[in-house]
């Protein structure tokens, strides 16, 4: 790739930008930019002003910048700015590029200096600037100051974050040289998302500040805190000289003065101050444009290629006529109901192999899990066998009866039928479950219609709830008719005649099925639990049992 196609490279991602703003998609895909992250009054918009050249970020105190400033540099002949939100109207007069900043500010942040994570998209022309795109980010505070909330701090904080933890994201830590930068915000917030230091560049302003006898050169030789992309010195204008307006060429000039003169940072001069700075900022994004620009673009195809699909089914769809409206309404449900058929009878386009849903889950809740309820239902024999007792005695009164009484039998058993109930409301109360879940799932295709989603799911989930009522009803009416007529008549109910019946093919089976394998003697020898020595037994092995005999004694 040529030097003129790399210098491409960021105008190319800033129109990306300005597509993505204007489009409101700026989140969906990470393109490649730098975000300029610092305390208040680290000096930020200090920096920013003297590449451009000119004076034309609001200043003051408090939160200043309370919006993302998308600042786009473009090398041109002529110098003037562009807004995104005022497209063909050109400012020459950077007093009004800081006047419409401000305006555009209140206008979605209020005057009670509250803060937005909307960007504003500002693009500067000038024959001064180096092609650039960077994010000025509002400044770490710690205390709200006028209407602010009191959680400014970490709304400040969430904002910054949404921005520097992007793989595609540089970070421009700007911190003060007259701080602990050990204390730094901006290095700490770094630290977090990017421990290893590869996407961090440093920058130390304020280095005419600091005490006399102090200097910043362990830092700016990358030997205190090491970063990848290593630091830069930078100085700005004071207060002072912005009120006296001072011009940004004459202190460019003193800036670079000052790093020539002064003993701990002579020999490192060529690296220091704003237009290196400027300069290491061009090649680091082009060069990080180059490098993710591969995968940007496979997630970009992606992106298209999932649109394109909506597009084509949704290409004859005309918003102003209602009859389109109402077919596509009509096909959208069709559609959920194909699939929540599809989901409890099987066969649908996509297979979940991860867990059981739908009618699978339903299928194994009737043949599993009620199963197990019952089984799981506490029966103690010896309770139950003094019941029967009870039972039979309280029936018979003072009389001694001879045979079991069916007032008896019924009473124990209907009591027995009645524990019915509670696994059988519970699979149904499973059953709701997994079929409010399937809703759920099959609504998931009409996620770009909410308002169709939400109505959907509450009209067949109070269907459901509905039919939860009658199914309940319908279960313990069923289990009140097994409780109100035993039927001993019935072919599975085993009564005395078939009990008896029963023993007599079972006594028969035993008879039949237990075949002698083998017999004879049997001598056991050295056994301590038997007093002198060993002892023959005439043994029998049988199919079911073995059996052994010593004179008129059996032993199993």
């Known amino acids: 790739m040529g030097n003129r196609e790399m210098e491409e490279l960021i105008p190319l991602v800033n129109r990306l930008q300005d597509a993505f703003s204007a489009l409101g998609q700026s989140c969906l895909l990470e393109l490649p930019q730098i975000a300029v992250v610092g305390g208040q009054s680290a000096g930020k918009s200090s920096v ?18 309370r919006r993302p400033l998308v600042l786009q540099l473009v090398t041109s002949k002529a110098e003037y700015a562009e807004f995104l939100h005022c497209k063909g109207k050109k400012f020459t007069d950077f007093d009004e590029v800081r006047h419409e900043i401000e305006v555009e500010t209140d206008r979605v942040t209020g005057m009670n200096k509250g803060i937005s ?25 710690k205390v709200p100051v006028g209407d602010q909330p009191p959680d400014i701090e970490y709304q400040i904080r969430e904002m910054i974050m949404q921005f520097i933890t992007r793989e595609n994201c540089l970070i421009l830590a700007v911190t003060p040289a007259n701080t602990d930068l050990a204390n730094s915000d901006a290095l700490k917030l ?45 100085v700005n204008r004071s207060q002072k000289d912005i009120d006296g ?24 001069a060529d690296r220091m101050g704003t237009p290196h700075l400027q300069k290491v900022l061009n090649q680091q994004l082009t060069n990080h444009i180059r490098d993710t620009l591969p995968n940007f673009r496979n997630k970009l195809q992606g992106q298209l290629l999932s649109i394109e699909h909506e597009v084509e089914a949704y290409k004859n769809f005309k918003p102003e006529d209602p009859t389109r409206k109402t077919k596509a309404l009509l096909q959208m449900v069709q559609q959920f109901a194909v699939d929540f058929e599809k989901r409890i009878e099987g066969s649908g386009d996509q297979v979940d192999t991860l867990e059981l849903s739908g ?7 009737f043949h599993e899990r009620f199963p197990f309820e019952i089984v799981k239902m506490e029966f103690n024999e010896k309770e139950l066998r003094r019941e029967i007792s009870y ?37 149904v109360d499973l059953v709701i479950q997994e079929l409010i879940n399937t809703v759920k799932k099959c609504t998931k295709k009409l996620a770009n219609f909410p308002r169709l989603c939400e109505e959907t799911e509450r009209i067949v989930a109070n269907h459901i709830r509905e039919r939860e009522g009658k199914t309940k009803d319908q279960v313990l009416l069923l289990i009140d008719i097994q409780v109100s007529y035993i039927n001993t008549n019935h072919e599975d109910f085993i009564g005395f005649a078939n009990a008896q019946q029963r023993s007599s093919q079972v006594h028969k089976k035993n008879t039949i099925g237990n075949q002698v394998i083998r017999k004879g003697w049997l001598t056991i020898s050295n056994i301590g639990i038997m007093k002198g020595g060993s002892k023959g037994y005439w043994f029998v092995l049988t199919a079911e049992s073995l059996s052994w005999y010593k004179d008129d004694e059996k032993t199993w």
Request: net charge positive.
């Open 391 to 427: 039972a039979i005695k309280n029936i018979h009164g003072i009389r001694t009866g001879l045979f079991t009484p069916d007032m008896a039998f019924e009473a124990i058993v209907k009591k027995q039928i009645v524990k019915l109930k509670g696994p059988s409301l519970k699979s």
């Open 190 to 234: 770094a630290k977090e998302v990017d421990p290893q230091g590869l996407r961090t560049i440093g920058v130390i302003t304020k280095l005419d500040l600091m005490d006399e006898g102090t200097d910043a050169r362990d830092v700016l030789e990358n030997k205190l805190l090491p970063l990848r992309r290593g630091y830069i010195g930078v």
């Open 48 to 65: 920013l002003e003297n590449f451009v050249g000119r004076d034309f970020l609001p200043r003051g105190s408090g939160i200043v910048t």
């Open 117 to 141: 994570s909307v960007p504003i998209n500002l693009r500067v022309y000038s024959p001064h600037v180096l092609n650039l795109t960077l994010i000025d980010l509002p400044g770490i505070t």
């Open 245 to 268: 307006k001072k011009d940004i060429k004459a202190a460019m000039l003193a800036e670079r003065k000052f790093f020539l003169s002064h003993p701990a940072y002579r020999h490192i």
């Open 359 to 365: 009618g699978a889950k339903i299928n194994r809740i």
